[in-house]
């Protein structure tokens, strides 16, 4: 399937910038059943300064607004090729070892609902490491934490959200990833696309979660949606967790506030 995407990201600011500093991961990955067919960025507002692929082989832009700017506009689309793989991405590839998805991060920390969220899933196997364990607790999140806008935000933590018991698809994601890593699960975090059904225009992006089984290697799991990813899915940036493949990332200096606006299109 062949899908057509066009993201744009509006910043305004109450104040001329001072400096601000943007860290864009908008590019889509190819390989694994994935072929970016064409792809550009254009930016209002801002000066591209450098494009390298960082340590899990996202691709990275930093941009830096321009002195004065009270706007930045960036806009990210092309046409991308997907292959419906079932979920499976495969083996592991990029400078980042195996082992660092097993690490804990800030947003992926263990507290005692975690525990026993795995604690479960541990005592419904008789042996772990292959993929039937990841498919019940993916079912198994989706069933104790409601998808809800409004609740959560970038800063909540994975036993946070597990908590409270709603949250959005990036915390799903951080849950998934965090109670996998308790059973041995190399895991890690994906932003990318969704074409919905029937709905061209969206207001984010989306995100799930990818973990590593034998022998199939890296496979993922959209706990929001009870599937592992098909040919609807684009996969842009891996990491950790959010903070390493968030969107945008950036840093301001200066007095006053800013607004973010972004119009999203994900169209066959």
């Known amino acids: 399937m062949r899908l057509k995407i066009t993201h744009t990201t509006t910043y305004t600011y109450d104040t001329p910038v001072e400096y601000a500093l943007q860290q864009l991961r908008l590019i889509p990955k190819s390989g694994h059943g994935q072929g970016v067919i064409s792809w550009s960025s254009s930016i209002s507002g801002g000066t591209k300064q450098v494009v390298f692929d960082d340590l899990f082989a996202n691709h990275t832009e930093l941009v830096v607004v321009d002195p004065g700017a009270t706007r930045i506009e960036i806009v990210s689309e092309g046409d991308v090729e997907i292959e419906d793989r079932h979920g499976v991405v495969g083996r592991h590839t990029g400078p980042a070892p195996l082992w660092l998805f097993r690490e804990t991060t800030p947003l992926t ?132 967790d959010y903070r390493d493949a968030a969107p945008i990332h950036g840093l301001r200096h200066g007095a006053g506030g800013e607004n973010l606006h972004v119009a999203l299109q994900v169209q066959q």
């Open 109 to 240: 920390a263990p507290g005692p609902g975690l525990r026993r969220l795995a604690s479960g899933i541990r005592a419904a196997f008789d042996e772990l490491g292959g993929v039937d364990p990841m498919h019940a607790l993916s079912a198994e999140i989706a069933g104790t934490v409601a998808y809800e806008t409004g609740r959560t935000d970038a800063g909540t933590g994975a036993e946070a959200a597990l908590t409270a018991g709603h949250g959005v698809c990036q915390d799903h994601a951080h849950i998934m990833i965090a109670a996998a890593r308790l059973l041995g699960y190399p895991a890690r975090y994906v932003s990318g696309y969704l074409m919905m059904d029937g709905q061209v225009e969206q207001e984010a992006s989306h995100a799930w979660a990818e973990v590593w089984t034998e022998p199939l290697g890296w496979i993922g799991f959209d706990v929001s949606n009870g599937i592992s990813p098909d040919a609807r899915y684009v996969r842009v940036a891996t990491g950790r």
